[in-house]
């Protein structure tokens, strides 16, 4: 009887090894790499001029002094709508529903891309580095190449469980 207690144990034990160091050795090889996304989503962000993916006609003056008619609104509508496409087509499948409309909206989707055709600049990435990579957030430190000046930026994306992006943070780095 303890000889069959000693196997069970000795077994699961066993077991219980093999199952940590086959799992260890998975988490070990995506966390070394670059998600593919994120990958994907610096380049298509940081990229400029990229007439695909960032359209003047989208931009709206706002203030006191500004006249905007309905045919501006129009027309801002209409190039919006087909960026917001170009976008989709590009990285759409990277993100969970709705966030890539945030990330466009709200985020930094077109910030490199409009920075660099109000200022007239050519945009590149770099290096792109891993920081730090968990199940659910991933950072990347991305050197840029932004108007003949090196910039490092901190792009941090943030995961829901079915791998799909679902917010997009970035930090300039000093």
């Not at 509508?77 to 499948?93: L, Y």
């Amino acid at each position: 009887m303890k000889r069959n207690y000693l196997k069970k144990t000795c077994l699961a034990g066993l077991t219980v090894v093999l199952l940590s160091t086959l799992t260890a050795c998975a988490l070990s090889d995506t966390s070394n790499e670059i998600s593919e996304p994120a990958k994907r989503v610096i380049e298509a962000m940081m990229t400029a001029p990229n007439e695909e993916l960032f359209n003047p006609d989208c931009i709206t003056n706002i203030g006191l002094e500004a006249e905007f008619s309905p045919e501006d609104s129009d027309k801002s509508a209409e190039a919006w709508d087909e960026m917001e496409g170009n976008w989709e087509k590009e990285v759409g499948d990277c993100f969970a529903e709705g966030k890539l409309d945030e990330f466009l909206t709200e985020g930094p989707g077109t910030l490199w891309l409009g920075n660099a055709y109000v200022s007239d600049t050519e945009v590149s990435v770099g290096e792109m580095t891993l920081q730090e990579k968990s199940e659910n957030t991933e950072q990347v430190l991305v050197n840029l190449q932004n108007g003949g000046e090196t910039e490092e930026v901190l792009v941090t994306f943030q995961y829901d469980n079915d791998s799909l992006i679902t917010s997009v943070i970035f930090e300039e780095q000093s």
